[in-house]
């Protein structure tokens, strides 16, 4: 059962750390659950629909996630090691934005959809079909554990405005 977590800071770019490439985890244990705890109450917080644990700073390969809509009861997922399998060949565009790349979004164009493999909360296997918002999501999530964010998907000029951007914003808040 999970527990309420502590919130914690999230990197933005162009903060080096997003590009590093996330560690599998051995074995789930209560740390690995403190951490997705974290996680979670991070990602509400903040708040935003998915969350790789590389913008919280730590290396590993967990993402978490809640797609409920408005007025849906939470539905938090936990993903340890995950890994895709049968991407679409079929691709669809989709504006996507990021809790480590704040007010800024842009479409970027994925497989429409897929299979995603992982440990769950408890360590079991779960494999399960992903399309809509789903297969956007866990796709997203998967490129932070290999070291990406989704600007790295579009052109450089617009990589780098978006980049500016939020160094200015980060900039101000820190100052105010
Ligand atoms: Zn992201």
Not at 14 to 33: M, N, Q
Not at 135 to 145: R, T, Y
């Amino acid at each position: 059962m999970a527990k309420p977590g502590k919130i914690r800071p999230i990197l933005t770019v162009p903060d080096p750390r997003l590009k590093t490439v996330s560690e599998p985890v051995a074995t789930v244990t209560d740390d690995t659950r403190a951490l997705m705890d974290d996680m979670l109450a991070t990602m509400y917080a903040a708040p935003g629909i998915g969350l790789a644990a590389i913008q919280i700073g730590v290396p590993q390969r967990v993402i978490v996630m809640d797609l409920a809509g408005e007025g849906e009861d939470p539905q938090p997922k936990y993903f340890v090691n995950p890994e895709i399998l049968d991407p679409a060949d079929e691709t669809l565009p989709y504006q996507e934005g990021c809790l480590s790349v704040p007010d800024i979004y842009d479409d970027v164009e994925r497989p429409q959809s897929c299979r995603v493999t992982y440990l769950d909360y408890d360590g079991k296997r779960v494999t399960e079909d992903c399309e809509g918002l789903y297969a956007v999501c866990i796709q997203h999530e998967m490129d932070h554990l290999e070291g990406i964010v989704f600007l790295d998907h579009l052109s450089r000029l617009k990589r780098e405005r978006a980049i500016k951007k939020v160094m200015k914003a980060e900039k101000l808040k820190a100052s105010a």
